[in-house]
């Protein structure tokens, strides 16, 4: 029943008369003004579901109270109005329905109980790789790969569009999901109708993509979840989370010319990483807001996972209107939005009084420079001028890790430039290999730029940096300038508009001119769908043992993500992927060296080519259209001839094939209706133990799959090619390859197998090194539980389920980490791994653990907040230690008490 703080209030809009949920109430005892922006919506989430049982009177008052300088301690639920997913991280999570439905029936339930309750649109856009590159039929020739190569998955997905309610797919070919949300899926408002009443409320979501927080810069709130958490909250089940600090980042002044969007979410990342906001909501306001375009927004909300924190929401202002209307939504909704937001005492103007914080970060937009970051993590930003000395370090780094060779002295740094140097050579000449590729011959140095690509969501939404780039490849091509021949250029846009808006520029030519023909609409390089390097180039990095580069649009470039040959990656705006690509190497000073030379052989540098902010925005203001919106996205939903000629079953139970992409999960086999006790975990051997900042794509299977991996070796026994293994993420509704591909990154550098790289750890009863998949399957036999050892920020980066998934398919039953990223941590707990947490001033190092003891760890009940380790080592000594145990919610220790997120509803669900 409603408490005392739920009120109604009636809105009209459009002749339809929409019940809301004001704050009034509230008001007379809360200073409801001086929250934050997203801590409102969050509170208007309580007062709407205050009638459902999920709420308290004291949930809502602790959140209209909020203490900005409070340590999160508060649980509230927070009941998403939809979810969206990417196929990826989509395909298992309609596996896993699609096996409850069998589980539920088996346990006396009915099937079509498993069934999203609020809307759930899926887009198809991680599975498209760059195969073909370079040519006017890449487009083409990558898509009916894509088509073939998943066909499986995708008769699955048109399966259970007809099997489930309030389920869409959008097929491929059309986008990526987030630039999709932006453009034409969300709402801004939502409207629905409950006890025969249409209600008005704030857009908000969960999406099955870190990146979700794109949705942000739109003032919509989401956030990236693991699968798991996704598939519950399509099941009814609120999100479980603590009252968040809320980081305010004040914004001032305009960006200077020659400055992106790019520069400034890098310059973000950098300053929030620095501050530390993991699992802190940030919130931009401030003066410099109105010289932020929308694109700009969301650009840095886009990138909330690189800086840590769960969003990086921006409010509802006249940008969002005028943004939703060129988008294509219809004047009603565009009113709805304005006319509840103005109502709720959301909107945002120049009279708008400024929240209250838990810290406030300032930038003045006018010192953003142009920058890249890399070359393995998105928060290392490095100036434009500083990169080539910046790679010279690397080089040296990476030289003296490979071959343990290079001094430290000054001498080993030859004086000119600082190149990098050993014995008086720079290492960028050593080991440099000729090449005969495509009727030319060069020499591969260290340092060279392999891939160069314009992808991602976070750019290629972003008219301002993709007009920059063709209009910059119209300069190089007037100046004759042309891309190095040993780099492999992209344009992956993450919607149908961007071409065309570049068509009608005359900027695709432009392009395409310099190698950067179109090769999908999706996510490509950015997730590891790069596809392989030409078999000279590739062939030319192992011979010479090259550390090669890649420079990419996007918003990751962890160790082992882009492509297994390069080392070295960068983020950096689709303008300088086009100069990176004209310079053909990491090892020069774009502000400095010319980037080549005209045809009377006058060097060119890149601000001879670089467009001007007035001729960017004339490009946009001449060539963008809102009827392109309207066209792209009028039948979104249908797909082409090639989607709809698949073959597809009506039915509530899905038969499943004899398929290597989608199988059935084991995770609900012989389930009963009630959970058993939590057990102690005695006598856990260590399968993996790693440093800090080990990210999900270490751990989760990612990229592409080794011939002799255990996954490939696998595929190989199935009957399958090498050639058609596609890649880990296509493979994800299949768990016999997901848990071989668990902790298979060719970077990881597990300790317990010191001084390999990639899948290997020591079956300690033998004191042999094996395979991971193959050592875990031996202490199963053996009946001995597992555990993995980790530094600060274990599972940062993508939001992937298998990342949890997988370790406990693996056998492991507790990991034991100096910190964690939120959604691996929530993941652990949905896939009943128990998640410890070192004393603080603890870590491996300092309590000298070695991997090699056997572990005994109390069983955890619903109030245990600490727990004593016992670490016995080979030679009978006992050392203990307190972790703390990080499940942090009642809701979260019901999910672990019953083996995870997805057993509980399904057990909720059998015994109605």
């Known amino acids: 029943m409603a408490n005392s703080y739920q009120t109604v209030d009636t809105l009209k809009v459009g002749g339809k008369e929409y019940r809301y949920f004001p704050f009034s109430e509230l008001e007379k005892r809360f200073s409801i003004q001086k929250l934050p922006y997203s801590l ?13 049982g999920l709420v308290s009177e004291a949930d809502i008052e602790a959140l209209a109270g909020w203490d900005p300088k409070a340590d999160p301690s508060q649980e509230i639920a927070f009941v998403p109005a939809r979810v969206v997913l990417q196929d990826f991280t989509g395909v298992p999570a309609i596996v896993d329905l699609a096996a409850m439905r069998d589980a539920v029936k088996a346990l006396g339930g009915k099937p079509e109980q498993i069934n999203p309750l609020s809307p759930v649109e899926l887009v198809i856009d991680h599975s498209v790789m760059v195969d073909y590159f370079g040519t006017e039929q890449s487009f083409e020739k990558n898509t009916a790969v894509e088509i073939e190569r998943n066909r499986e998955r995708y008769q699955f997905l ?238 040296n780094e990476m030289d003296r890790h490979r071959r343990n060779t290079i001094a430290s002295t000054e001498e080993d740094f030859a004086a000119e430039g600082g190149a990098a140097a050993v014995g008086g050579v720079p290492l960028s000449d050593q080991g440099a290999v000729e090449v005969q590729y495509n009727g030319e011959e060069f020499l591969l140095k260290n340092g060279a730029v392999v891939i160069a690509a314009i992808t991602s969501c976070t750019n290629t939404s972003n008219p301002a940096v993709l007009m920059a780039a063709g209009l910059l490849a119209r300069n190089a091509r007037k100046k004759g300038l042309k891309s190095k021949p040993w780099v492999k250029t992209s344009l992956a846009p993450g919607s149908k508009v961007v071409t065309d808006y570049l068509e009608k520029a005359g900027l695709m030519d432009e392009l395409e001119s310099l190698g950067f ?148 999960p084991p995770f609900f086999e012989g389930m009963n209706k009630q959970p058993g006790e939590v057990q102690a975990i005695k006598g856990a051997r260590c399968l ?82 094996i395979s991971i998949f193959d050592a ?26 298998w990342a949890a998934k997988g370790p406990s398919l693996l056998g492991v039953k507790a990991a034991i980490a100096e910190s964690y990223e939120r959604i691996h941590r929530s993941n652990l707990v949905g896939m009943g791994i128990v998640p410890l947490q070192f004393a603080d001033g603890d870590s491996v190092e300092s309590l000298g653990l070695t991997g090699e003891e056997v572990f005994d760890i109390p069983a955890v009940e619903a109030d245990t907040k600490e727990v004593d380790v016992k670490a016995t080592g080979e030679d009978g000594k006992v050392k203990t230690f307190k972790a703390r145990v990080r499940i942090d919610t009642p809701n979260e220790f019901a999910y672990f008490q019953n083996g995870g997120i997805l057993h509980y509803v399904l057990r909720n669900l059998a015994n109605q």
């Open 517 to 664: 023909y179109l090769v999908g609409y999706g996510c490509t390089t950015c997730i590891g769908n790069s596809g392989p390097l030409p078999e000279e180039i590739h062939a030319a990095i192992q011979e010479g043992d090259l550390t090669v580069t890649s420079v990419l649009s996007g918003n990751r470039n962890f160790e082992g993500r882009i492509h297994p040959d390069v080392r070295a990656n960068y983020l950096a705006s689709p303008p300088l992927v086009v100069a990176y690509a004209l310079a053909g190497s990491m090892d020069v000073d774009l502000r400095k060296e010319p980037l080549g030379y005209d045809a009377d052989s006058k060097p060119v540098y890149l601000k001879d080519i670089w467009p001007t902010t007035e001729d960017i925005d004339n490009a946009i203001a001449d060539n963008l259209e809102p009827e392109m919106f309207a066209e792209k996205y009028a039948d979104v939903f249908s797909g082409d001839e090639n989607w709809q000629a698949l073959p597809v079953e009506e039915s509530q139970l899905y038969a499943w094939p004899d398929s290597n992409y989608v199988r059935k």
């Open 776 to 801: 875990a399957e031996r202490y199963r036999k053996d009946g001995t539980p597992l555990v993995v050892l980790a530094g600060k920020e274990y599972g940062s980066g993508s939001s992937r389920d």
């Open 40 to 52: 409102r919506i969050l509170l208007e989430n309580l007062l709407r579901h205050s009638d459902t």
């Open 158 to 395: 048109r399966w259970g569009q007809k099997a489930f309610d309030n389920f869409k797919v959008v097929p491929p070919g059309t986008g990526i999901v987030h630039q999709v949300n932006l453009e034409y899926l969300a709402r801004g408002v939502f409207s629905r109708e409950r006890d025969g009443v249409l209600e008005a409320y704030p857009d908000t979501l969960v999406g099955t993509d870190s990146h979700t927080t794109m949705i942000n810069g739109l003032g919509v709130l989401g956030w990236g979840v693991g699968g798991i958490e996704a598939e519950a909250a399509m099941l009814g089940q609120p999100i479980s989370m603590l009252i968040p600090q809320v980081v305010g980042f004040k914004l001032t002044g305009e960006l200077p010319e020659g400055a992106t969007a790019t520069d400034l979410v890098l310059t973000v990342t950098q300053m929030l990483r620095k501050l530390g906001v993991v699992g802190k909501f940030v919130e931009f306001f401030g003066p410099g807001l109105k010289h932020l375009t929308l694109a700009d927004r969301a650009t840095i909300g886009n990138m909330a996972p690189e800086y840590g924190a769960t969003c990086g929401i921006f409010p509802v202002d006249q940008q969002t209107l005028d943004y939703l209307s060129f988008t294509g939504r219809s004047e009603e909704q565009v009113e709805l939005v304005e006319q509840y937001m103005k109502a709720m005492g959301l909107w945002h103007d120049d009279n708008s009084a400024d929240a209250e914080y838990s810290d406030v970060l300032e930038l003045d937009l006018g010192t953003v420079e142009p920058s890249i970051a890399g070359p393995k993590r998105p928060q290392d930003r490095i100036a434009l001028d500083k990169a080539k000395s910046a790679f010279h370090d690397v080089l």
């Open 688 to 769: 993996v133990k790693v440093g800090d900042s080990i990210t999900t794509d270490h751990i989760s299977p990612a990229g592409a799959i080794m011939p002799d991996s255990p996954a490939g070796l696998y595929l190989q026994e199935q009957g399958v090619d090498p050639k058609d293994f596609n890649s880990y993420g296509s493979r994800r509704g299949n768990h016999e390859v997901m848990m071989r591909g668990t902790f298979a990154n060719v970077r990881l550098k597990n300790q317990m197998a010191a001084g390999t790289e990639g899948s290997w750890t020591t079956y300690l009863p033998e004191n042999k090194v």
